[in-house]
């Protein structure tokens, strides 16, 4: 497992989500991404938010009680969408191993954010901000896949490309 801290590791941005000061990644995941990353444009950058996080360390408990507080401020705010509580509030594999990952774009120098309310970004909101950077979404994506990773199906956690490296 390689540990990575906030900045950049061969040419991949590292920018460990928040409370979190470092992206916990399997090593043949992490090659997999710099696979990736070799088949983007320059001005396209991977950046990594986050890998493998253990269920009992301190940011295990944190992410425990920010999904308590999340799931009930979720239905309260989108009622028909409790479907996708687990999808969205899962854990979604972070505390099984480091195959799992959240990425996010990095376009000339400035990270794409198209949840700008977090899981919170009603669905609407997503599409408008993703439809100016559709391009570049689709070829993150694409490269994503033609090296094994998995996207997850969910829109939410689409955006904040949630993906499985499945080899
Ligand atoms: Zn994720």
Not at 58 to 78: A, E, I, K, P
Not at 81 to 89: A, H, Q, S
Not at 145 to 153: A, K, S
Request: with cysteine; charged share 20%; proline share 4%.
């Amino acid at each position: 497992m390689l540990e990575l801290v906030k900045g950049e590791s061969q040419g991949i941005r590292v920018g460990p989500r928040w409370p979190s000061s470092k992206v916990l990644i399997e090593q043949n995941t992490f090659n997999k991404m710099v696979e990736t990353q070799s088949m983007l444009p320059p001005s396209v950058r991977l950046l990594i938010v986050r890998g493998y996080e253990s269920k009992s360390s301190n940011l295990g408990v944190f992410r425990l009680l920010s999904r308590w507080f999340g799931v009930r401020l979720f239905c309260t705010l989108y009622p028909k969408r409790k479907n996708e509580v687990t999808d969205i509030f899962g854990s979604n594999g972070h505390d099984v191993d480091g195959t799992h990952v959240d990425v996010s774009v990095v376009l000339n120098g400035k990270r794409l954010r198209f949840l700008p309310f977090g899981v919170f970004t009603s669905l609407t909101r997503q599409e408008a901000v993703a439809a100016q950077h559709l391009v570049v979404i689709n070829k993150v994506k694409d490269a994503l896949r033609q090296c094994g990773f998995e996207i997850h199906q969910n829109q939410t956690e689409s955006m904040q490309i949630h993906c499985d490296y499945k080899g």
